[in-house]
Nanobody
Framework: QVQLVESGGGLVQPGGSLRLSCAAS????????VGWYRQAPGNQREPVAT???????NYADSVKGRFTISRDNALNTVYLQMNSLKPEDTAVYYC???????WGQGTQVTVSS
């Protein structure tokens, strides 16, 4: 059984930082493309960042230069380091694998003063 479990969300002031974690069981992240998505109230779920099995990364324009996706193969965990957070980054953040397609349950990130 595959499980993706996100953690690390919370409330942070604008300009602050958070690091999200996505821990996997039943699937090996280093053999898959893994992505972070987010969904704000009233909006569609959108891609934020991806990391391939080769370690190549890609980012949405809105987070380039502020967010960094990385992977720890020993821990089978993918991270999303989020710096210089803005109120518009407020959303539920999800991790996913693409093939096979699995999603985590999400973690709430709120950026507010």
């Amino acid at each position: 059984q595959v499980q993706l479990v996100e953690s690390g969300g919370g409330l942070v002031q604008p300009g602050g930082s958070l690091r999200l974690s996505c821990a996997a069981s039943g699937i090996i992240f280093s053999r898959n493309v893994v992505g972070w998505y987010r969904q704000a109230p009233g909006n569609q779920r959108e891609p934020v960042a991806t990391i391939t099995n080769f370690g190549n990364t890609n980012y949405a324009d809105s987070v380039k230069g502020r967010f960094t996706i990385s992977r720890d193969n020993a821990l089978n965990t993918v991270y999303l380091q989020m710096n210089s957070l803005k109120p518009e980054d407020t959303a539920v953040y999800y991790c996913r694998t693409y093939a096979p397609n699995y999603w985590g349950q999400g973690t709430q990130v709120t950026v507010s003063s």
